[in-house]
């Protein structure tokens, strides 16, 4: 929310938050995709890339490569839970992470 008081800007973010929800979202798929321990266990490899993540989560390429850029500004439940399953994850699991501790609530 933005306000105006007397030529003065004041931006009040609700929650004290200061990352956006898309990038949020963004940050913790690329942090997983870029866990040595995960990707070898998923992909024998040292991390995964946006096809192979793809791949794993049964959505498109471009899907992906999106939602790890930060361009999906709303992405959808259902995407999200098929990345978590792609990942070996609940939900709840990957929601369970501090980079969603302080979400800008603003549109």
């Known amino acids: 929310m933005i306000n105006s008081f007397k030529g003065l800007t004041i931006k009040i973010i609700i929650g004290g938050g200061n990352?956006?929800?898309n990038d949020a979202i963004a940050k913790r798929i690329n942090d997983l995709c870029n866990d040595k321990?995960?990707?070898y266990?998923?992909?024998k490899s040292d991390n995964l890339s946006t096809n192979k993540l793809a791949s794993l989560s049964y959505i498109t390429q471009?899907?992906?490569q999106h939602l790890t850029d930060?361009?999906?500004k709303n992405p959808k439940?259902?995407?999200i839970a098929r990345i978590s399953n792609g990942?070996?994850?609940k939900l709840k699991?990957?929601?369970d992470d501090p980079v969603f501790d302080d979400i800008d609530l603003e549109d």
């Open 87 to 89: 990942f070996g994850l």
């Open 19 to 21: 990352m956006k929800i």
């Open 77 to 79: 439940m259902l995407t």
């Open 93 to 95: 699991d990957f929601f």
């Open 62 to 64: 471009s899907t992906a």
């Open 41 to 43: 266990k998923l992909n």
């Open 70 to 72: 930060g361009r999906s």
């Open 37 to 39: 321990d995960l990707a």
